[in-house]
């Protein structure tokens, strides 16, 4: 499997058990030969997905001093504005490159209960307030009810990893009840001036959870994944279709029976890059912070001890971050 497969969920959310062990099938071949596949069938409002890419879209043409009043308050609080350059995915690798050619908006979970659990003492930074720019009061509804559209959506396909992995559909639940996700906008300007060297609009990275979610757009310079033979794939724009990849815990989980893949987003020809704007929504699905990841039943072959030490969700999500936001832009 040497490309992104397209598989319609649709029976696995609506069809028979016979139906969701089938689909559950087909997204487990795919995490295991390339750790990607593209969903179509998925139920989210193409009208309502249309609208959050309006407000995102205003939101990144507002001058720059509007967009920081919203700036990213520290690099363990991943909340609000981050500017062009200002972080470098291939530092979560430790790889030197220079800042990556986007800026973005990230928010989490909207209306948090108020528990000690949620809270700073126990929680650290995991459920930060989120930041919404005044001059788009518009924006904050679309936003909070696309993460929640996104994380039942998580919890569909969660329900599916783990028939796929011949557990209990209901495996994962108490591990990602409370989960620590994120949904980010990710703006990916015209290219007016030629990139330095080694810089690309997002560095070679794996993403650092259970699983993600984008909804991309046509435009040069695009999504492009690695894969086992080491050739560089593009992920191409499904009408309506969401791009889905597993992250670094879900292949620890499986004990990288499951493959966490490399992925980058390149820049555009030079011939079209004055004209190449490009904008995705990503929703990135995390466990709850407290979840410890560890070899999952039925993934360590007999006699072999597991790959990787058990970690908790929020302490990796934690070092990923302070890795990408303090990289070395030389």
């Known amino acids: ?18 139906d969701r062990r089938r689909v559950a099938a087909e997204i487990a071949a795919a995490c295991e030969h390339i750790g990607f596949f593209q969903i179509t069938g998925h139920g989210v409002d193409e009208g309502f997905a249309e609208e959050t890419y309006r407000a995102a879209r205003a939101f990144f043409d507002l001058p720059a001093d509007r967009k920081a009043e919203v700036a990213q308050p520290s690099s363990d609080v ?16 430790d790889a030197a490159a220079p800042g990556d050619l986007k800026e973005k ?72 009840d409370r989960h620590i996700s994120m949904f980010r906008a990710i703006n990916y300007p015209e290219q007016l001036t030629e990139p330095l060297p080694g810089q690309l609009r997002a560095g070679v990275h794996t993403d650092y959870g ?14 492009q994944v690695r894969d086992k033979t080491g050739d560089w794939v593009d992920v191409p724009v499904v ?18 029976r499951w493959v966490s893949t490399l992925h980058r987003v390149v820049n555009p020809p030079r011939e079209v890059a004055a004209d190449s704007r490009r904008l995705s929504l990503i929703f990135f699905h995390q466990p709850n912070y407290d979840a410890v990841i560890e070899c999952l039943p039925g993934c360590l072959p007999p006699g072999e001890a597991p790959r990787h030490s058990p970690v908790t969700s929020g302490d990796h999500l934690l070092g990923k971050f302070l890795k990408q936001v303090a990289f070395d832009a030389a």
Do not use: C, K
């Not at 509804?141 to 329900?159: H, I, N, T």
């Not at 259970?210 to 999504?223: H, M, N, Y």
């Not at 009408?239 to 597993?246: E, Q, S």
């Open 105 to 176: 908006f990230d928010m989490g979970t909207p209306d948090v209960p108020d528990d000690p659990y949620f809270g700073p003492e126990q929680a650290g930074t995991h459920f930060a307030p989120n930041l919404w720019p005044s001059a788009l009061p518009e924006m904050r509804p679309l936003f909070e009810r696309y993460f929640v559209e996104m994380g039942e959506l998580s919890r569909q396909l969660m329900r599916a990893f783990a028939l796929g992995l011949d557990l209990d559909v209901d495996f994962f639940e108490s591990r990602i």
């Open 1 to 18: 499997m040497s490309t992104v497969p397209v598989i319609d969920v649709h029976p696995f959310l609506t069809g028979s058990d016979a």
């Open 239 to 256: 009408p309506g279709g969401l791009v889905i990849n597993i992250g670094d815990l879900m292949a620890e989980w499986t004990n990288d």
């Open 78 to 93: 991943v909340r609000g504005w981050s500017a062009v350059g200002a972080e470098g995915l291939a530092a979560s690798m």
């Open 210 to 223: 259970s699983l993600t979610i984008v909804r991309q757009e046509e435009a040069p310079g695009g999504l």
